[in-house]
Structure formats: structure tokens, C-alpha cells
């Protein structure tokens, strides 16, 4: 509605600034007729060279206004509805118009360099932060938007849409780098020497898996062992050894840092990382483990669990009590937006994504946007884009006609000047 409104107030000035450039040129008209009368009537030199002036004044502001009025008018339609050539010159051009559109929307504002310049001075990260960060703020725009929301999501509970969902999910985990990206992790891990508790608890894991199949090592102890330390009982007293010492070793590891084991663990966690983003072979075996399971049908039911569970708790938090964000998903997403707002590092990785993201949309949709721009265009008839075109400059042109009348006026006042010097 505010769209039509819009319009129709730019179509009504449109009209009101036509009519006052069609009234000058009435005026100019009635001035022309009266200086012409004036100047013929006879009176003393001075009254007829003054009609003379104002004569020449109003016959060249008339010859402006209508050439003014004829260009402006051959735009949008034929002047008087005669069949001149080139006129029109809109809606008989609008495919090449919708074409020339397109092309200027790719050109100048679709490309990745376009896009990229764009984005960088727009701080995005501190502007979502901000608006995460205030309750009352996401709370009014969740409000704002429940009663679509809660209307739009039960329909994600079609057959259906679980299948697309799961298909969807299924195939950007195909597309994931798991080595690669597993790589980088724990690459970041222990740049930021964050790897030390992830050392500790695999370290505690070994511990507490000893610990739990000790009965085990020990029978596998017994029968390994010969029948004369069976006999002697040297057997146990060698498995506990072993036990104690493993206990011991494990203990050390995690009590002190620079343990050599646990100087050689780190070093090949180290390996490992650099293993799994370089390693063709490495890659390959993870790259096949990944293409094995994610076919699997447990994987196929998590997923689906997965998106049922999201989709639940998205109608939920819609049909909660006024429509608020509260408990864990408030609180987490509030203390996110405060990180965005406070952490220069994660501003710039988070603009930095987006800036990259967006990009990548420009350049993989950018030809279907521009397509969607001139097949629209094409589809309107030739008076639809000469109304639209009309009524969005309109009001401007017809100041074109203005300063034509008067411009031309002034024109023909400095010609008859010069001509009586001569």
C-alpha cells in the first residue's frame, strides 16, 4: 500500500509541474500576441524597440517550450499521436532497454570488486552484535514477526521437506573438508596452546581405560607369561610392574609439562595437523571414511532427529510467551552478540566471512539476479515502463521545459540584441 501511495504522489507532482510548464508556454504565447499587437500599433521609437525586445523574448521562449515539450513527450509516447519517426523512443525500446538495465546492474554493482568495496567500511559484525546484544530489541523483531513465523514453520513438518532438509544436509557434509578442516583446528589449538587440556583428558581417557581393564592385561599377562613364573607367582608380581609403571608414566605426563612422552605426544599432534591438511594419502582415507558413512542409515536418522529437534525448538521459542527469547538460547545469543561488540579479532573474522560470503553469492547469482531484472522488464508492455520510467523522472523533465521556455527566451533577447548592432 505505501508503495502505490508512493507513485501516485510522484504521478500527481508529475502532473502538477506539466501543468505549470504547459501554462508558461500559454503565457509566452499571449505575451507574443500582445507584443506583436504592441509593436505594430505604432508609438514612440523607444515603446516599439522595448515591444521589440519583449517580442523577441516571448517568440524564442515559445520556440524553446515546444521543442522542449516535443523531446520530452517523444520519450514516453507520439506527440499528439502522430506516427513521426523516433518517437516513443521508450516503450518501443524496451527490450533493449531491460538488456542495457541488466547489463548495467552486472557491470557496476554485481561484481566481487563492486560487492568486496562495499562491504568493507560496514562494520556488519558490530551491527548484528549490537542487535543481539539488546533483548528488548530481538524480542520486539521476533514479536514482530511470530504470528508468520509460527504459521510458516509447521509446514517444514511435511514428508517432504524432511527429505530436502536431510538430501540438503547430506550434501554440504559431502562437500566438508573433515581432514582439512580438523587440520586447521588443531592447528589453531595448539598456536593458541589450547591442545594442553585436550592432552590431559585423552591422558585421564587412557588412565581410567586402563584402570577399567585391568582384570584383562592381567589374565593376558598370566597366560603369555611361562609356566615356571606360573609357578613361582612371578606373573602377578609382573603385571602389577607393568600396571604400576603404566599408572606411574600416565600420571607423570599429566602432572608435569615438560615430560618427555608428553613432549613427544605433542610433537606428534603437530605432525598430525600438518598430516591431515598435506598428506594426500591421509586425506584420501579420511575422504573415503567420510563417503562410506554419511550413507549409512543411522547417519540419514540423525540428521533427520537433528532437523526435527531444530524445528521444534524453533516453534517453541515463536509460540513462547510473548514471543521472547529466554533461558539458554537468549543468554547464548546475547553473550554472542556482546562478543561481536567487544572483541575486535572476532569482528574482523566475523566481516571478514560475511564480506566472503557475500561475495560468493554475487559471483554464483549475480547472472540470475540481472536475468530476473531484464526478464521482468521484458514482460511489462511498452506503456507499463514508459508509466513507470515517466513517473519516477517525470517531475524533472518537466522542469526541462521550464528552463527551455525561459532559457530560449533569454536566448532570443541576446539574438535580437545582436542584431540590431548590426
Request: glycine letters at 10%; hydrophobic letters at 50%.
Amino acid at each position: 500500500m505505501t508503495a502505490v501511495s508512493g507513485d501516485g504522489a510522484k504521478h500527481q507532482r508529475a502532473r502538477l509541474m506539466a501543468r505549470v510548464a504547459g501554462g508558461l508556454l500559454v503565457v509566452m504565447a499571449g505575451v507574443f500576441v500582445l507584443a506583436h499587437h504592441m509593436a505594430a500599433g505604432g508609438g514612440g521609437p523607444g515603446s516599439q524597440r522595448l515591444w521589440g525586445y519583449v517580442l523577441a523574448f516571448a517568440e524564442a521562449a515559445m520556440v524553446g517550450g515546444l521543442a522542449d515539450w516535443f523531446a520530452v513527450t517523444a520519450l514516453f509516447r507520439r506527440p499528439l499521436g502522430l506516427p513521426i519517426p523516433h518517437t516513443a523512443i521508450i516503450p518501443a525500446n524496451k527490450d533493449r532497454i531491460a538488456d542495457a538495465m541488466a547489463n548495467f546492474l552486472r557491470t557496476h554493482f554485481l561484481t566481487p570488486q563492486v560487492v568486496a568495496r562495499r562491504l568493507r567500511p560496514i562494520n556488519l559484525a558490530a551491527l548484528v552484535g549490537g542487535f543481539l546484544a539488546d533483548p528488548a530489541r530481538l524480542q520486539a523483531a521476533l514479536r514482530g514477526g511470530r504470528g508468520a513465523l509460527a504459521e510458516i514453520v509447521p509446514l517444514f513438518a511435511t514428508p517432504e521437506i524432511g527429505r530436502l532438509t536431510r538430501e540438503a544436509l547430506t550434501g554440504q557434509l559431502a562437500r566438508l573438508d573433515v581432514a582439512g578442516l580438523a587440520g586447521q583446528v588443531l592447528d589453531a589449538a595448539i598456536a593458541n596452546e589450547r591442545h594442553g587440556p585436550m592432552l590431559d583428558a585423552a591422558l585421564r581417557w587412557a588412565g581410567t581405560t586402563l584402570e577399567a581393564n585391568e582384570a584383562l592385561l592381567r589374565d593376558i599377562i598370566h597366560q603369555r607369561a611361562g609356566s615356571v613364573l606360573r609357578w613361582t607367582g612371578l606373573d602377578e608380581q609382573l603385571a602389577s610392574a607393568i600396571l604400576d609403571g603404566l599408572y606411574r608414566l600416565l600420571a607423570e605426563c599429566i602432572v608435569d609439562p615438560e615430560h618427555p612422552m608428553r613432549r613427544k605426544l605433542e610433537a606428534g599432534l603437530v605432525d598430525l595437523a600438518a598430516r591431515l591438511q598435506t598428506d594426500p594419502a591421509l586425506r584420501a582415507k579420511i575422504a573415503h571414511a567420510q563417503a562410506q558413512v554419511l550413507p549409512h542409515p543411522a547417519v540419514a536418522a540423525w540428521l533427520e532427529s537433528l532437523w526435527e529437534r531444530a524445528r521444534l525448538a524453533l516453534l517453541r521459542m515463536i509460540r513462547g510467551e510473548g514471543g521472547a527469547l529466554s533461558g539458554q538460547m537468549g543468554a547464548a545469543m546475547a553473550a554472542w552478540g556482546r562478543t561481536l561488540i567487544e572483541n575486535p579479532a572476532a569482528q574482523q573474522a566475523a566481516n571478514r566471512h560475511t564480506r566472503r560470503l557475500l561475495t560468493g553469492l554475487a559471483v554464483r547469482h549475480g547472472g540470475a539476479i540481472v536475468m530476473l531484472v531484464s526478464a521482468t522488464i521484458r514482460r511489462w508492455d511498452g506503456a507499463t515502463v514508459a508509466a513507470r520510467i515517466e513517473g519516477a523522472v517525470g517531475r524533472d523533465l518537466q522542469f526541462i521545459r521550464i528552463n527551455g521556455t525561459l532559457v530560449g527566451g533569454l536566448v532570443g533577447v541576446v539574438l535580437h540584441s545582436l542584431a540590431g548592432l548590426w
